[in-house]
Structure formats: C-alpha cells, structure tokens
C-alpha cells in the first residue's frame, strides 16, 4: 500500500481536455493529490479571474538570453581554434532573428482562493502569464491549481514538465517505434522495448 496510498502521487499535471471541476476536488479531497491544469478561454472562471487579474499587481520578470555552449575541455589548441572560427562563421551567416519570435519578458499574477468556478468545491488558485515579445505584441495564457504555490513562476515550470514528458512518448512511439505490444507480459515488454532501444 506504501506505493500507491495517499501522499504518493502529489501533483497530477493535466492538458486542458481533462478540465472537470468535480473530479478536480475529488482528487484534491479523497485523495490528497493537487492538480495542475491549462484554463480554456471559453471558460467563464477565465473572463472572472481575468477581471479581478487586470486589478491585481504583476510581476515581470527578464527572459534571459541564452547561454553559449561552454569549450570543451581538454582540446588541443589548434582544434579549439579552428572551432571558435567556425563558430564566428557561422554567427555571421546567421539571419538575424525574426522580432515576432524573440521572447523578451514574462508576466505573472497569481489570485489565491478563487471560489467563483461553481463546478468546483476545493478553492482554486489561478495563474496568469503573459509572454511579451521583441515587436511588441503578447500572448495571454493561464493556469488553475489547487496547489498553494509560495512562487509565482513555479506553477509553469511545473507544467512544462508535461510538455516535456509528451515529447519524449512522442519520440519512443514515432522514432523508437515502442508501440504494438503483443502480450500483456512485463518481462516480454521489457524484452521488446530493450531489443528495440539496442537495434
């Protein structure tokens, strides 16, 4: 029971399709688990929480430029000469980046204990992002939690974890082909996922 009781699974992290109020507090409720999810903008807790949102105070924080790939230690100098050219030949080739895509900063506010979501009986905590880019325009998006983060950034951090994770089962079914299993056998799907890593 120690494996899968309660405090086990602590954050359930969601796409927007599984938006379901009941079951949300069900989860939150009878088994302790705090859930993590996209809002839709059709929704009416988004036109709520967006109004009280445009009252509230917002963090903004300075997306920062990415960092140069660290020299790899132990080349010999003339090799790590010819590299830092290379790479200073292909900065100048480089088209200079579209303004549209650069993101410059990031905007944060939380509202804490929203109980306006009627489908919903546990309070919900809402958080709004908006991505400023390098011409000017933004994208809005939030996310609700029945997590009471202490962090305004760490429930997107969190949910970038879910992005992550589809990525990689989209990489071993489509590229590694670990699909189609044909017994219902641990040891025979362990035997095929290895065999197949392996080839």
């Known amino acids: 029971m120690r494996a899968v009781g309660l405090g086990v699974l602590q954050l359930l992290i969601l796409d ?6 009941p079951n949300i507090s069900r989860c939150k409720k009878e088994f302790e688990i705090d859930v993590l999810i996209s809002m839709k903008k059709k929704m009416d807790i988004w036109e709520d929480a967006w109004a009280l949102g ?3 105070s917002w963090q ?37 980046p579209d303004p549209a895509q650069v993101l410059t900063h990031r905007e944060f506010c939380g509202l804490k204990g929203f109980s306006s979501w009627s489908q919903a009986s546990v309070p919900i905590h809402v958080l709004f992002m908006r991505e400023r880019y ?12 029945t997590r009471d983060y202490r962090e305004v950034r760490q429930p997107r951090e ?14 071993l079914k489509c590229f590694h082909d670990l699909s189609d299993f044909c017994s219902r056998d641990f040891n025979v ?10 080839s």
């Not at 927007?16 to 109020?21: A, H, L, S, T, Y």
């Open 16 to 21: 927007r399709g599984f938006i379901d109020g």
């Open 54 to 56: 445009k009252r509230e």
């Open 60 to 96: 903004s924080f300075a997306v920062p430029a990415p960092k140069a790939q660290a020299p790899v230690k132990d080349r010999p100098a003339a090799l790590a000469r010819r590299e830092a050219k290379r790479q200073q030949t292909l900065a100048q080739r480089r088209p200079a």
């Open 134 to 145: 390098g011409d000017g325009h933004l994208e809005e998006w939030g996310l609700l939690t």
């Open 158 to 171: 969190d949910y970038q974890l879910r992005v992550k994770i589809e990525e990689r089962h989209r990489l």
């Open 189 to 198: 799907i362990a035997a095929q996922v290895v065999f197949i890593l392996l």
